[in-house]
């Protein structure tokens, strides 16, 4: 077995976490050779290293769960058999995404709206697509997103869909809330009382609340879990964050200056009017 298989994925940390499962799975199918059998053990400590590197993605915790019951129900491990098992996953969640994105357009009619967006999410992503193929225009405000300035990405992809995108730093929100209809965020984790999103989230929804203006949320199934059902360590997992490097606030080090830098928060759903699924 070669020394790391997702080497490359461990170092993004730009992309929403369907673009981080779609990475791993791509890894995957490359990495497998048929006639090849892999050793379990060592295998199985990659996905641990993946999982902890990537603690709070719901899609990445569900594909990984099932490819370890597939592995440890499958000795040998076969190249071809690993690389059927991604396949069929793939091909079993392809269209959840789209169902979700096809749910909210039934739910809510976006044209002529002006829609402020956050962060750089596959799902975000999804729906601004559909609509782009339904030839439904709204303008969108995107946030740059700090201190990673995904957003800039998001922005890009919108422009290049033919959406009428500006940009701006999410402090200033206030600033054009007089423009915004409402709001439409992803998210990487959702539970009963509240949803995980990047940084940032939580004070745009407390500003969309202040101004009476509605707030949305766009997730798969697979990024629901049962509190209920998880051990608390892996709870804590989810909701515990590493820091993340101080250089991306702070360019040059500041004798008694503490830097903090983190990716993600908690958002209460009393803050969301309504969360649209594949269901």
């Not at 902890?52 to 990445?60: D, E, G, T, V």
């Not at 909210?104 to 829609?115: A, D, R, T």
Request: charged letters at 25%; hydrophobic letters at 40%.
């Amino acid at each position: 077995m070669v020394k790391d298989i997702f080497s490359g994925v461990l170092h993004d940390n730009l992309s929403g976490s369907g673009q981080i499962l779609f990475r791993v799975q791509q890894e995957l199918l490359a990495f497998c050779r048929a006639d090849e059998s892999y050793e379990i053990s060592p295998f199985l400590k990659q996905l641990e290293r993946l999982e902890q590197h990537f603690p709070h993605f719901a899609l990445l915790y569900h594909f990984v769960n099932k490819l370890k019951l597939f592995v440890e129900e499958n000795h040998p491990l076969k190249g071809h058999k690993l690389a059927a098992f991604v396949s069929q996953y793939q091909r079993n969640w392809k269209y959840s995404q789209q169902k979700a994105s096809e749910n909210f357009l039934k739910n809510l009619s976006p044209s002529g709206k002006n829609i402020l967006v956050h962060s750089n999410s596959s799902a975000i992503q999804n729906l601004f697509g559909v609509m782009a193929d339904r030839k439904i225009f709204p303008a969108v405000w995107q946030t740059v997103s700090s201190p990673a300035d995904e957003g800039i990405i998001q922005a890009e992809f919108l422009k290049n869909h033919g959406f009428d995108v500006h940009v701006f730093h999410e402090d200033a929100v206030s600033k054009f809330m007089v423009n915004i209809d409402f709001a439409v965020f992803g998210a990487d984790l959702l539970w009963d009382n509240a949803f995980l999103n990047k940084t940032g989230t939580l004070p745009l929804a407390l500003i969309f609340r202040h101004f009476h203006k509605p707030v949305y949320v766009l997730a798969e199934n697979r990024k629901k879990i049962d509190t209920t059902k998880i051990t608390p360590k892996r709870l804590q997992r989810f909701l515990r964050e590493q820091p993340k490097p101080v250089e991306e606030i702070m360019k040059k080090d500041v004798v008694g200056v503490h830097a903090h830098n983190y990716y993600f928060e908690t958002v209460p759903l009393s803050l969301v009017k309504q969360v649209f699924t594949e269901e």
